[in-house]
């Protein structure tokens, strides 16, 4: 894992800059510091704009970004379909949720129910679920809320 040639930061964006035939170089630094890093580069007096305009340019960039934990970049998720750690869904998450949105409708996964599902089983899974919330507003304080849930368990399990 490399670290940030500014700050000495985790790295996260891994630059490769091509100077010429055959020779190049590789910059290492983290989110914060590229803002610098770009404003910087646009300055060499070479009068390229980096980092703006190219939209080919800032995918790469964008594909460099890599996780801490695992060292998988974004760029390697976009080819190979799979993330490499739970970590991931924090570090890409400006780039995933859009995917997910788009892919699932939603960026929160809640299942599903089968359709033929008996009756009986759909309230044990509805009473296991209010149980679960009950419990969830309770650690959290929302004691009204946890009032109403109570209720409705009591109603369930009446039933």
Request: a negative charge; charged letters at 35%.
């Amino acid at each position: 894992m490399h670290k940030c040639e500014r700050c000495a930061s985790p790295a996260t964006v891994h630059i490769t800059e091509i100077l010429s035939e055959g020779k190049f170089e590789e910059h290492h630094i983290c989110e914060p510091c590229y803002p610098k890093y770009v404003h910087d580069a646009q300055n060499k007096g070479d009068g390229k704009p980096f980092g703006t305009g190219s939209p080919e340019l800032e995918e790469a960039l964008v594909g460099q970004q890599e996780c801490p934990s695992c060292g998988l970049k974004f760029v390697d998720f976009r080819n190979k379909h799979r993330l490499g750690c739970p970590n991931d869904y924090q570090v890409f998450q400006t780039d995933l949720r859009p995917l997910l949105e788009n892919i699932h409708g939603e960026t929160r996964h809640v299942g599903k129910t089968p359709r033929r599902l008996p009756k009986i089983k759909k309230e044990e899974a509805r009473l296991a679920e209010c149980r679960q919330k009950l419990k969830r507003a309770i650690e959290r304080e929302d004691y009204e809320e946890a009032a109403h849930l109570r209720d409705q368990i009591k109603t369930l399990e009446e039933a």
